[in-house]
């Protein structure tokens, strides 16, 4: 069952009375090089058309306006309060990240089957990761009496499906409490897993706050190769312009044509503006350029898209750095949020992302996209657990209404297989 949500728009951009209290957590992310995607076949029937053609705003010809890395004339960048030193970018040999798994799934056919539920989409989406749990538990949970045997085998079985070692010991332990010799089924142990995984994501469950504070609002979206970021920001500026709000793209993703090409098709199709550069143009210099047509505009909300890169490559991470530099320029508070996309699929490598992403860019909040069709929607916990970001959506499709708000609830009972 699904609690019972609040309006959109709070879910968005968060109106709970505890908000106030909800500090900023500095985040970081990693990435992996998966292949540069196609232009997605995008889903018109779902992206609403309202609004006038945006201008597509090209700097071709710009001046450049931002001196080269290092240059005496920026401003040192001022890290956040909590992120590590700056200097500190030389990140540690990482393991290769994982090929993600080839199941990815494809765009859903909205004409196939009738429109699900959030939750219910929620729940097909992490089928995979609810199976790998629900059978392994009811392997072990056969109308047998509780013993140390079965404990260690659920604590495997959970540590398996990615969900962390601490989750998984409070999991068993729980369970041990008054219940040994006693006989325990398997739905009783899917019920215990749905309260506790909803304990570790209740407090980093928390809506995307675009306060009016700053205009425009500036989301600088990053992560590794391939994780969404493209696709999550026409999602998202698609939701805000549903809301009224007034959104420019900055497609700074300027290694890859067809991520520029797939930025314009979003914000032609979102009623927002792009600002955008012939492939192979300063990153930094598109970044500066956009936040001064989106102030000039008067924008509500810039959504900076960036190129992908491995957490491990410390000369992308520095060009990270960079870019918040110049937008400092112009904005001393800028980016005001900082956004991680993490694919679901790449399992425990999202960890290192999270670490090295948030130590160099300060990232504010998580994404993760790709739950779809993946068994290792686990790992969304363990990275609760263990750095206590702020998750705002999470992605379970290549459409445009695959992207919802995160709630702990509905994502605890579609893990743990329940109704
Ligand atoms: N199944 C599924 N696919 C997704 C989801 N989010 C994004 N994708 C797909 O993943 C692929 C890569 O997405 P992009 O948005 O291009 O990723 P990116 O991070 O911008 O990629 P780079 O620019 O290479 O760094 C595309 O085919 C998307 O349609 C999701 O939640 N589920």
């Given at each position: 069952m699904?609690?019972?949500?609040?309006?959109?728009?709070g879910?968005?951009?968060?109106s709970r009375?505890?908000d106030?209290?909800?500090?900023?957590s500095p985040?970081?992310?990693?990435?992996?090089?998966a292949?540069?995607g196609?232009?997605?076949?995008?889903?018109?029937?779902?992206?609403?058309?309202?609004?006038s053609?945006?201008d597509?705003l090209?700097?071709d010809a710009?001046?450049?306006l931002?001196?080269p890395l290092?240059?005496?004339d920026l401003?040192?960048?001022?890290p956040p309060a909590d992120?590590?030193?700056q200097?500190?970018?030389a990140?540690p040999e990482l393991?290769?990240?994982?090929?993600?798994?080839?199941e990815?799934v494809?765009a859903?056919?909205?004409?196939?089957?009738p429109?699900l539920?959030?939750?219910?989409r929620?729940?097909?989406?992490l089928?995979?990761?609810?199976?790998?749990?629900?059978e392994?538990i009811?392997s072990?949970?056969?109308?047998?009496?509780?013993?140390?045997?079965m404990?260690?085998?659920?604590?495997?079985?959970?540590i398996q499906?990615?969900l962390g070692?601490?989750?998984?010991?409070a999991?068993t332990e729980r369970?041990s409490?008054?219940?040994?010799?006693k006989?325990i089924s398997?739905e009783e142990?899917?019920?215990v897993?749905?309260?506790e995984?909803e304990?570790v994501?209740a407090?980093?469950?928390?809506?995307?706050d675009?306060?009016?504070?700053?205009?425009?609002?500036?989301?600088l979206?990053?992560?590794v190769n391939?994780t969404?970021?493209?696709?999550?920001?026409?999602?998202l500026?698609?939701k805000?312009a549903?809301e009224g709000?007034?959104v420019m793209?900055?497609?700074?993703?300027?290694?890859?044509?067809?991520?520029?090409?797939?930025?314009?098709?979003?914000?032609?199709r979102?009623?927002?503006?792009?600002v955008?550069?012939?492939t192979?143009?300063d990153?930094?210099g598109?970044?500066?350029d956009?936040?001064q047509?989106a102030?000039?505009?008067?924008v509500?909300v810039l959504?900076v898209?960036?190129?992908g890169?491995?957490?491990?490559k410390?000369e992308?991470?520095?060009?990270?750095?960079k870019v918040?530099r110049?937008?400092r320029?112009i904005?001393?508070?800028?980016p005001h949020?900082?956004l991680?996309?993490l694919?679901?699929?790449?399992?425990q490598?999202?960890?290192?992302?999270?670490?090295?992403?948030?130590?160099t860019a300060?990232?504010?909040?998580?994404?993760?996209t790709?739950l779809?069709?993946?068994?290792?929607?686990g790992?969304?916990?363990?990275?609760?657990?263990?750095?206590?970001?702020p998750?705002?959506f999470i992605?379970v499709g290549e459409g445009?209404?695959?992207?919802?708000?995160?709630s702990?609830?509905d994502?605890?009972r579609?893990?743990?297989g329940?109704?």
């Amino acid at each position: 069952m699904s609690e019972k949500k609040r309006g959109f728009l709070g879910r968005l951009f968060g109106s709970r009375p505890d908000d106030a209290d909800r500090a900023e957590s500095p985040v970081a992310v990693g990435g992996d090089e998966a292949a540069a995607g196609e232009v997605p076949a995008l889903d018109t029937a779902d992206i609403p058309t309202s609004g006038s053609a945006p201008d597509v705003l090209a700097f071709d010809a710009a001046p450049d306006l931002v001196e080269p890395l290092g240059s005496p004339d920026l401003p040192e960048a001022t890290p956040p309060a909590d992120l590590g030193p700056q200097e500190d970018v030389a990140p540690p040999e990482l393991d290769p990240v994982p090929e993600p798994e080839p199941e990815a799934v494809s765009a859903p056919d909205p004409a196939a089957a009738p429109r699900l539920s959030w939750f219910g989409r929620l729940k097909q989406g992490l089928s995979r990761s609810s199976s790998a749990l629900t059978e392994g538990i009811s392997s072990i949970f056969t109308k047998r009496r509780l013993d140390a045997a079965m404990l260690d085998e659920l604590e495997d079985v959970l540590i398996q499906a990615d969900l962390g070692v601490d989750t998984a010991t409070a999991i068993t332990e729980r369970l041990s409490v008054g219940r040994f010799d006693k006989e325990i089924s398997a739905e009783e142990v899917r019920a215990v897993l749905a309260e506790e995984v909803e304990k570790v994501l209740a407090p980093v469950a928390r809506p995307l706050d675009l306060d009016g504070e700053h205009r425009p609002h500036v989301v600088l979206m990053v992560g590794v190769n391939g994780t969404g970021k493209t696709t999550t920001i026409g999602k998202l500026s698609s939701k805000l312009a549903a809301e009224g709000r007034t959104v420019m793209l900055a497609a700074g993703d300027t290694f890859r044509a067809a991520a520029v090409e797939q930025l314009k098709i979003w914000g032609s199709r979102t009623g927002a503006e792009v600002v955008a550069r012939d492939t192979g143009a300063d990153a930094a210099g598109l970044a500066f350029d956009a936040l001064q047509a989106a102030r000039d505009k008067g924008v509500d909300v810039l959504l900076v898209d960036t190129a992908g890169r491995l957490q491990n490559k410390a000369e992308l991470m520095a060009e990270l750095e960079k870019v918040i530099r110049v937008l400092r320029k112009i904005d001393p508070a800028a980016p005001h949020t900082v956004l991680l996309t993490l694919d679901a699929t790449t399992g425990q490598n999202a960890l290192s992302q999270v670490e090295i992403f948030g130590r160099t860019a300060g990232v504010t909040g998580l994404v993760m996209t790709k739950l779809d069709g993946t068994a290792r929607g686990g790992i969304l916990v363990a990275i609760a657990a263990k750095y206590g970001l702020p998750v705002h959506f999470i992605g379970v499709g290549e459409g445009v209404d695959d992207l919802e708000p995160f709630s702990a609830k509905d994502y605890a009972r579609a893990i743990a297989g329940l109704a």
